[in-house]
C-alpha cells in the first residue's frame, strides 16, 4: 500500500504563483510515476503533469511553459511549481501515484486562483 500527503494550495491572485507538494510513503519501489490530475467543478479529472521514476515529464498543452513538475528520486516528494496562474487553473488538485499495476490518489487540495 501507498499513502500519500499532499499540501500547498491555497487562494492566489492571478499571475501569481503557488507551489504544491506530495509525499509517498509505504511500499515504494525503484520504478514508478508520480503526478498531479485536477478536477474542476462540473468538469472530468484531468492530467496536469507526471514525472517517472527516470525524471522523463509529461505536461498539458494548457500548463506547460507554466508549469513545472520536479522529483529528486524514485522515494522522493513530487513537487508541482505554478506560475502564471490563471482563473482557469483553478481547481481541485490530486496527487497521483503508479507503480506495478496499481495507482493511488492523494485527498486533494483546493488552488483558487481569484482577483
Known amino acids: 500500500q501507498v499513502q500519500l500527503v499532499e499540501s500547498g494550495g491555497g487562494l492566489v491572485q492571478p499571475g501569481g504563483s503557488l507551489r504544491l507538494s506530495c509525499a509517498a510513503s509505504?511500499?515504494?519501489?525503484?520504478?514508478?510515476?508520480m503526478g498531479w490530475y485536477r478536477q474542476a467543478p462540473g468538469k472530468q479529472r484531468e492530467m496536469v503533469a507526471t514525472?517517472?521514476?527516470?525524471?522523463?515529464?509529461n505536461y498539458a498543452d494548457s500548463v506547460r511553459g507554466r508549469f513545472t513538475i520536479s522529483r529528486d528520486n524514485a522515494k522522493a516528494p513530487v513537487y508541482l511549481q505554478m506560475n502564471s496562474l490563471k482563473p482557469e487553473d483553478t481547481a481541485v488538485y490530486y496527487c497521483?501515484?503508479?507503480?506495478?499495476?496499481?495507482?493511488?490518489w492523494g485527498q486533494g487540495t483546493q488552488v483558487t486562483v481569484s482577483s
Open positions: 497521483y501515484f503508479w507503480q506495478h499495476g496499481k495507482q493511488y
Open positions: 509505504g511500499s515504494i519501489f525503484l520504478i514508478n510515476t
Open positions: 514525472i517517472s521514476s527516470g525524471s522523463s515529464t
